[in-house]
């Protein structure tokens, strides 16, 4: 990237965001995190990118492609569509509705990852959450973990794996942005570096302050995400969850392990301590001494229990 | 040779089949109950042998939204809290010292490692990739979740469970040095166990900690590790209560005649315990509730069933324990023991089933598959305790002779 | 359900001191209640069923019957049953060495099936049921003195198929009865001429092993023979 930021956001203010960053190139993507912006209200409900994430993931075509109806009824991901396209339940201001996409929203710090306990998800430096299938035990405690409920899991499958969007991460690493990203031809999805891509976003809504909702969506979402949503109606009625915290949600297991070093560097002193002390009264008191073996020791002393 | 093969058969004669042929066994097993028994782990069986050849898909109602049903929140959470009792007395007895409930330790061991097997059996069935299991012990290790912490612990105490119960075995097989060299390790063992029960019993509550939104605020509380601990404590005793009281009534032949007034007085002492603990127990949940500040909940149907819960399954058997102790009723104090046994396992399913994913449209029911194979490892799980309390020294729990007899 | 409504952290922090501070209140209440009926549950416990039977220092455990001959036998399924000599016959014998049957042997029920010998002496002890020996108990054989201890459980003597087992039972004694039996057959032994010390035994000591010997000195046999009915 050539253009340092000071120009860059010069640059954004005055030509208007939406025209400057050319369509599918990895803008700003040079250091950092990258992530992509989805600017809802460019989105045109094409359905490119769920074709596009099909091919380079090597799954079935996407359903009833080409059939506008399809809009009618919300859709989720499956373990065979990692990303899927949904009409928002109202329609913008203009009267025409709003299309966003869905898929794993590769969160800063991930739940699913800190859940895993073979690490077969792993949060990588440069912004994808990758999947490992053959670390995978099949525990499922990554789709418990995460707040947008994202992993898909094979359930009619003998030898089932975790299915979900990996951020197109071999083609990131050749240097290329995401299939989806590629393939969308209304500009409105970005790739870059999410610092970048921020203020970006908020350009817009500063520029605009009219037509967009005064949100980044996942600037704050679980911590932060990858994949940053602007829009000109409620998030929710786009098949964004609002319900989720603004902390990352490892964090909420992170007291209870910090404390398992304590309960195993104290409960032995606290145990033994209480052996002896039980001993020591047993072999003062009237009673028998105790004999040598652990299990015999004391074994005449039960006066001051019931 | 030949007389290897007679002393073998003398040996299988005597050690299995008590004391008869072949032929008078199996008429000897041939009882209704087990009969039903039978049947009911053929048919469970034949849902374990389809889950494996059809996918998870084919015999549970999981769903992408509940990735964990019936096999987690009833075989694992449950099984694990209800096998409490093996930490629990041992700690009592060879830690504390408390003699008196010497005689219930033994059993309690073994139903703990029981439980144990059985919930990782349950657990075997649940994961998509079980022959995996050992991973994370021995492949990969994901230190920062929670799940990792609880299978090293299970793993590791389903270890000292077996190795606690050895000299139980040592002394049916008749190998009198070996079975006092694993009696020295019964301190270290117990100490051991109670450390990692201690993690574990409370790390399955620090599971859902991780799912704030999907767990009902009712339930969902950052205390959910204390909870699971101390009702663990709970279980423990209230299960060795339960189950004492039904072994002395089925294997009376095996224990070592002992007057009903020696059990009646150690469930009362166990009784008081647990009331003890119970009393405590409902106030940290209500601590609970005033930590999520959820006090509007409780006017809707969860909320209903929260207080049947809470008042119910919590608060009566407390009260029933302090009262029937009280009053030297060791057969209230069952009640009241059946009673928080039934508490726990309400609670853990409120956690991981009832009250998990509430909000979403299709709420999870377990299939009659899934509800047959949890019966069928249940029931696996008696007829091996009495497989084992038939043959072995569990009951009548008396010391190895010592060298000179 | 809004995520962002206000909650008020002193509110809900104040509630928890007071659950806390109501807890501690009605700790003290609830201790005293549950720790105040210790000695009189244990004395409950004791009066709804006695710690020790009324025949003073001998048990009678359930699900043994017992033949008047100081042996019992138990059930262990159909036509099978496990037989031994009761605590009493122990006591008074304290045997030294036992000789059984060899496995395959019949016994009949009221015949003597089994001798304990002590100081040279052998008594006979009579069978309770009738039938084949199936298995001895080696570790009693090698271990009379252990036997002694647990009379009931690993003190068994031998298994016998008993292919009469339910007539046989009729002529057994269990329960109150047996209870009752074994309380007579106590008396009987204390109203014995030279039976001091060693039957001083209300105070609920245990009686001492050789109780034949204790009280009859050299002529032990017969007073054992005499109750072991042989």
Known sequence: MDLDRRTFLKVAAVTGATALVPRGAAAGAAGGARAVLVDTTLCVGCRGCEAACSEANRLPEPDHAGDPGVFDAARTTTPTAFTVVNRSTAPGPDGEPRFAKTQCLHCVDPGCASACPVRALEKTASGPVVYHPERCIGCRYCMVSCPFGLPR????????????????????????PPACVEACPSGALVFGNREELLEVARTRIYTHPDRYVHHVYGEQEAGGTSWLYLADVPFEGLGLRTDVETTPYPARTAGALAAVPFVMTLWPPVLMGLYAIRRRGAAEGPATPPEGTAADAGSTREDDHD | ?????????????????????????????????????????????????????????????????????????????????????????????????????RPVVRPAILTGFLGYLFAVIGLLCDLGQPWRIPYPIFYKYGVTSVMFEVGWCVFLYLTVLGLEFTPTVFEWLGWARIGRRAKDMTLGLTAFGVVLSTLHQSSLGSLFLSAPGKVHPLWYSPFLPVFFFVSSVVAGLSMVIVESALSHRAFQHRARPRPAAELDELTIGLGRAAALLLFAFFFLRLQGLAEGGRWAELATGYGAWYLVELLGLVLAPCLLFARAARAGDAGAVRVAAALAVLGVVVQRLNVSIVGFQWNVAHRYVPSAAEVLVSVTLVTLGVLTFRWIVNRMPVLDGRPLPAAGH | MDPHAFVSPVEAKAIEYLIAVAYLVLFVPFWRYLDGGTARARAAVRARVPARPPAGWFVVPDGISFHP????????????????????????????????????????????????????????????????????????????????????????????????????????????????????????????????????????????????RAVDGPEWPAVAREFLLS
């Open chain 1, 153 to 176: 899991y094979e359930y009619d499958k003998v030898v089932p794996y975790v299915r979900k969007c990996s951020f197109c991460a071999e083609r990131q690493e050749a240097g290329l």
């Open chain 2, 1 to 101: 040779m030949t007389d290897t093969l007679t002393r073998a058969r003398a040996w299988i004669r005597e050690k299995v089949l008590l004391g008869r042929s072949w032929r008078e066994y199996a008429r000897a097993i041939d009882t209704n109950g087990n009969r039903l028994a039978a049947l009911v782990v053929a048919a469970g069986l034949t849902v374990i042998a389809y889950r494996f050849s059809g996918g998870l898909a084919a015999v549970t109602n999981l769903s992408q939204d509940t990735p964990w049903g019936l096999w987690i929140g009833f075989d694992m959470l449950c099984g694990v809290a209800l096998a409490a009792g093996g930490y629990t007395l041992a700690s009592a007895v060879y830690i504390l010292g408390l003699e008196r409930y």
């Open chain 3, 69 to 212: 001959g100081h042996t019992w036998a138990r059930v262990d399924g159909e036509g099978l049953a496990t037989v031994g000599a009761d605590e009493f016959a122990f006591k008074l014998v304290a045997p030294e060495r036992m000789v059984l049957p060899p496995t395959g042997d019949e016994v009949r029920q009221g015949e003597p099936a089994w001798l304990f010998g002590a100081d040279g002496h052998d008594v006979a002890l009579l069978a309770p049921v009738s039938g084949t020996v199936t298995e001895l108990n080696t570790e009693a054989l090698r271990a009379p003195e252990a036997a002694a201890r647990d009379p009931y459980g690993r003190g068994w003597l031998m298994k016998v198929r008993a292919p009469r087992l339910a007539a046989d039972r009729k002529q057994l004694l269990d329960g109150p009865v047996a209870r009752r039996w074994i309380e007579a057959v106590t008396e009987a032994l204390r109203a014995r001429a030279g039976a001091p010390a060693a039957l001083a035994l209300e105070d609920g000591g245990a009686p001492v092993d050789g109780l034949a």
